[in-house]
């Protein structure tokens, strides 16, 4: 792999350089000094030069500059492989309750999930990206009986809190208000999915039939690619703030529970694990929940997805009311199998609190394990060090076609049309002076430790294509809140290649299958891009074949 980022280098010591997707078998070359700078999608730190499968997979310049690469490799390896239920070994420590034993099985091809087909919701496939989300239809906000992100796996003896085989997930077909065709008479499809999860498939449901569940509703959420991730960091937090002052300067609706008034109503802080508070802007997953890479939604994931503990978070991700810890310690099958679980788990009996004794019943112990704030810690800190390396290391795929007449034409209207306002095409970064809001990583003074050193941008241009900020585009069936931070378009036309799926997979639950989808789905009555979908429709068949050209090699 890193002989693959040295490919440019090669190319310019011949003096010029392929900038064409090999898609179609036609490889045309430019000088180096020709190259626009949106050819650079990541910088000239954060790119690499391959359209082949493994694109998304690349590491940055820095990672060799700064000697990262064996560190690189292994947290590549942590992202790939599965975790085991042994208490043992490498990648030890999944469960008692989990979500996916790989992050891979999320991320395939280390892209953006894709679109799963009507029927059972099967997490056991790799490439299944798709996450639950049951909310409470009368609040929007999440149930507190589960998970924010839903477990439908455990290990023997406890049990999976929802059952993911009784869930169904059918695709309907939708019409806009245009009949799902342009004015020239071409016609397109709109599909959403609904999600059917039978009250049945709740486990805290079956051990209790009193218990209220409320009006809880399910939606889809499927992954993102993380490839890039480190250099969206970079970009400064008072860029950031600019950004959202500057849209609201402008009229735009914007979230007020995070900004209003010029200035942030909401940001993230941690003071669970290690934190000292430290307020920082919303920037990362669909609905901003996180704030700085370092306390990311990819560190988050790497300890609920697999429910592995490492040094700052030594307790299970369970959900938020308590729910399954009661009902678990209660259950007579799980009471029944418990002793020898927790002895092999625990046979020094380090933790007396967990056996059973003369002053503490079964249901006692279960309950204590599953509540503990002193568990093992499984994943080392080294090991975490390694997946952070990684994660804030890995490169964006250089843009295709740049010398392609189509592309450029593509490239104009999709700035005239006006889909660059949500969709900004670039940012310089700052200094990135790194930001830790759990004090993993860094000193104080916001130096990094000895030894957990992390790959740095500063000042570079990117060409990401979001304004990171989040707007509404009142789909069918939307997503939760309908509030949704704007997705980067950068590699997204290499997705089929890179995950092997059939069809495109846009938009937050993979329901458009190619790009004319994704734009017409922007366009509800109501919906804060409804303009640009208007003039999209207004254009000739090749000019919006031009536009779908440039999304797909940007």
Known sequence: MKKLVYLFGLLLCAGFVSCSD???GTVVTLPPSELPDWYYAGGRSGTAYLTTAAAFEQPTAVIDDEDMYLSFKRGEALFENPFMTNNEGVRKGLGP???RTSCIHCHPGYGHGKRIPDGTFNTNEIG????LVVY?????GYVPWLAGMPQSHAVAPFKAPVDESMITVTWKNHTDEWGNEFPDGEKYELIYPEVNMPKEAVYVYNQDNSFDLGNYGVKLESTIGIYGTGLLDAISDEDLKEEWAKQEE?????NTAIFQGGDWVKQYANTAQGGDGTKYPLRYTYAMSRGPLQDGAGANAFWNITNATRSDRRFHYLDAAGSYAKYSSKDPEVQAAFGEYISKLDPNKEHPEWHVCDTLTMEQCIYNYLTSKTLPV????QDYIDLM???RGLAVPAVRNVDDSEVLEGKELFTRIGCATCHRPSWKTGD???RDPANFFTEDDRTFKEGRELPRYPNETIWPYTDMVQHKLYMVNDIRTGWCRTTPLWGRGLHQKCTGSPTADRLHDCRARNVIEAIMWHGARDSHARESVENFRMLKPEERDAVVKFIDSI
Do not use: R
Not at 378 to 381: A, G, I, N, Q
């Open 136 to 140: 409470n239809k009368d609040t929007e």
């Open 389 to 391: 390396v990684w994660h």
């Open 97 to 99: 309750v989990y979500i």
């Open 22 to 24: 090999d898609n179609d």
């Open 250 to 254: 402008l009229g735009v609706p914007l």
């Open 432 to 434: 990135d002076v790194v």
């Open 128 to 131: 299944n990206g798709c996450l």
């Open 378 to 381: 499984e994943v080392s800190d």
